[in-house]
């Protein structure tokens, strides 16, 4: 649990720094927003996202529903259902990239460029998914058809995290480059 409450600790002090930068930043288009609020602060969520790779879950789904569910309440006693965390996650997107970006290694020379689909929801689902309608686009890769977004990263040799982008699903794999390989320098190894 140390881990957990160390991910905690480094993802609030960010959030704390970025919530009001994001807020003043949001456009609008000059309609009222309603934006339900949330028992989970931001912070919370990002943490249980972020802890999930730790897990030894396959999905979410499960994720959320036997070991969050089960064993972390104590730690996050206001816990959403995980239906309301889904809905949850489009606030999400843009903190989360945030955060990562402040995470960024060092150039060492070497780095690594790679891209994974992110399906953000079933394939027999995709005509009536609702959470991400608009942002996320399908695709087909060479595992098969999926609906929502691509993660492109790059690492350098020691794994440290030095550029990523998110991109819709049905975004060519070489867009990208250019602007993620923008103030890097050396070697750059690609799939």
């Known amino acids: 649990m140390d881990q957990l409450i160390a991910i905690f600790c480094d993802i609030d002090d960010c959030c704390k720094a970025f919530e009001p930068v994001y807020a003043r930043r949001l456009l ?9 609020s949330t028992t989970l602060a931001l912070s919370e969520m ?23 569910a089960v064993h972390l309440r104590p730690y996050f006693p206001q816990l959403v259902s995980y239906h309301r965390f ?6 999400m997107l843009v903190p989360l990239c945030g955060y990562l970006a402040t995470r960024k290694g ?20 995709i005509a009536t998914h609702k959470v991400f309608e608009g942002l996320g686009s399908p695709w087909k890769t060479s595992m098969g058809w ?15 995290l030095l550029a990523l982008l998110v991109t ?12 993620l390989v923008t103030g ?6 690609g799939d």
């Not at 990002?46 to 969050?68: D, G």
């Not at 399906?119 to 689902?125: K, M, P, Q």
Request: hydrophobic share 35%; aromatic share 14%.
């Open 46 to 68: 990002l943490t249980l996202l972020v802890y999930f790779h730790w897990s030894h879950y396959r999905t979410f789904k499960h994720y959320c529903t036997e070991y969050v």
């Open 146 to 160: 999926f609906y929502g977004f691509k993660l492109h990263l790059i690492v350098n040799d020691e794994g440290e």
């Open 106 to 125: 060092c150039c060492t020379g070497m780095a690594f460029i790679d891209s994974t689909p992110l399906a953000v929801c079933d394939n027999h689902r």
């Open 184 to 189: 890097l320098g050396g070697q750059l190894f």
């Open 28 to 36: 609008h288009i000059g309609q009222r927003q309603r934006t339900r």
């Open 168 to 179: 819709p699903g049905n975004v060519d794999d070489r867009r990208p480059v250019e602007r």
């Open 86 to 91: 889904i809905e949850l996650l489009p606030r």
